[in-house]
């Protein structure tokens, strides 16, 4: 069964600063990746999604994250941290198991604040 | 394009009572999820449809909790009768295809308190 770990519960920035948000994820199969943003009292929104093309995937607002197996992590960055940034933020991970047999399963998330 | 909408945004019930939950998905999505999200948590898969045909209820706690998608587009989730544990956020979700790499939309959520 695939799982994701997102270290850090809560992180901090100042605004203008660069943004890191660590995601490490477990799979016996080449995984497929996602980040999703959610604001409070709303529903999760795509940030970018990692399928096997590139390595190095962008997304909507700036943010982007890179997929090393190495390290089976799937960090997301942004260089400069706006306070409309601040929301929490979830890694999921899924594999392609053929056909519709498939779960996508999520981090606990990472809360991200940006200070003025 | 509308997004995945549900109702009520709020519930709150006394334990022992029945809840429902309601969703509608964004138009042409085929397959729609369930998910429940507690408090601190990412989302847990509930239950999966494809069209009308539910193909993943293997989290569902049966016991309590129903679902159903007539007509391959709203979907409701029952919970009877609803417990202090049940109290989270559940989320309905869409994608346009079933498969694992297709984007999930989710709706704003249901927040249900247990008393």
Redesign the interface.
């Known amino acids: 069964a695939q799982s994701v770990t997102q270290l850090g519960?809560h992180v901090s920035v100042s605004e203008g600063a660069l943004v890191l948000l660590r995601c490490n994820y477990s799979s016996s199969v080449p995984p497929?990746l996602f980040w999703?943003v959610q604001y409070p009292?709303?529903?999760?929104?795509?940030l970018l999604?990692y399928?096997s093309a590139a390595t190095l995937v962008k997304g909507i607002n700036g943010f982007e994250a890179e997929f090393k197996k190495s390290e089976t992590s799937f960090h997301l960055t942004k260089p400069s941290a706006h306070m409309s940034d601040a929301a929490e933020y979830?890694c999921?991970v899924?594999?392609?198991?053929g056909g519709?047999?498939?779960?996508?399963t999520?981090?606990?998330?990472t809360l991200l604040t940006v200070n003025p | 394009e509308a997004g995945v909408v549900q109702s009520p945004r709020y519930k709150i019930i006394e334990k022992k009572q029945p809840v429902a939950f309601w969703c509608n998905p964004i138009s042409g999505h085929n397959t729609l999820y369930w998910y429940l999200q507690n408090l601190g948590q990412g989302p847990e898969l509930l239950i999966r449809y494809e069209n009308e045909e539910a193909v993943d209820d293997s989290q569902l706690p049966k016991d309590r909790f129903s679902a159903e998608r007539l007509k391959g587009v709203d979907s409701t989730l029952k919970i009877q009768p609803a417990e202090l544990g049940d109290s989270a956020v559940y989320l309905c979700a869409s994608s346009r295809g079933g498969t694992s790499t297709d984007t999930q939309y989710f709706g704003p959520g249901t927040r249900l308190t247990v008393l």
Request: glycine letters at 12%; charged letters at 10%.
């Open positions: 519960s497929y999703y009292n709303q529903g999760l929104q795509l999604k399928t979830f999921a899924t594999v392609n198991s519709s047999n498939y779960k996508l999520f981090g606990k998330g």
